[in-house]
């Protein structure tokens, strides 16, 4: 799943309680939301349940991803519902739910600023990171932190690329960080790209 999002959440499990905090409602219907933006499968099928016309692929694809983008903004405004209380404290779990805001309107740019909401989430990141080391925080906390960032700087990096201005989130350095080759390849890659554009 998404290196920001921590498995054990009780909302995550098979059984989704029924008592769920505003946060955990925001975060599971955002998580629904992206989800829903994946493009479906294009293979035929003969099921008489679905509706498209069976003329051909196209047909049924258009109507996936139109049945698709329904749910996902039925869920993206059912998620919208609790994001004043799902921001309301400076909290892992606050970021997450910034962070996937700015995820989806990666999917649907109509959704929302995803340079308004990496922004915000620097910030937050900036002042979660400062207040971690000050106080302690748990390797748990620790880790998500580090996943968080690494997920900022990408997402922000690739829209300074996107519209030509310089990157403002410093690149996750650090001795004991565990980057995946996937990382150091997309860490390189816009280290070499600003490098041609400053020459």
């Known amino acids: 799943m998404y290196p920001i999002v921590d498995s054990s959440q009780r909302y995550l499990g098979l059984d989704v309680p029924t008592d769920l905090a505003p946060i955990e409602t925001f975060s599971l219907n955002m998580i629904y939301s992206i989800a829903c933006h994946v493009i479906p499968n294009s293979a035929k099928r003969q099921d008489a349940r679905n509706l498209w016309q069976s003329s051909g692929k196209q047909a049924h694809y258009q109507a996936n991803c139109l049945k698709y983008r329904n749910l996902a903004s039925k869920f993206y405004d059912k998620a919208m519902n609790h994001v004043e209380a799902a921001t309301l404290e400076p909290t892992i779990d606050t970021l997450r739910a910034v962070l996937l805001m700015a995820i989806n309107s990666l999917f ?17 990141a900036y002042s979660l990171e400062a207040t971690a080391e000050q106080e302690g925080s748990t390797p748990s906390d620790t880790e998500m932190l580090r996943n968080m960032h690494m997920t900022i700087f990408s997402i922000e990096n690739e829209i300074a690329s996107t519209l030509d201005r310089p ?23 816009g280290a070499m790209l600003r490098q041609e554009q400053t020459s």
């Open 167 to 189: 990157a403002t989130f410093p690149e996750p350095v650090s001795p004991d960080m565990k980057l995946s080759d996937f990382d150091l390849t997309l860490i390189g890659l």
């Open 108 to 124: 649907d740019p109509k959704a929302g600023n995803v340079g308004q909401q990496i922004a915000l989430a620097a910030r937050m």
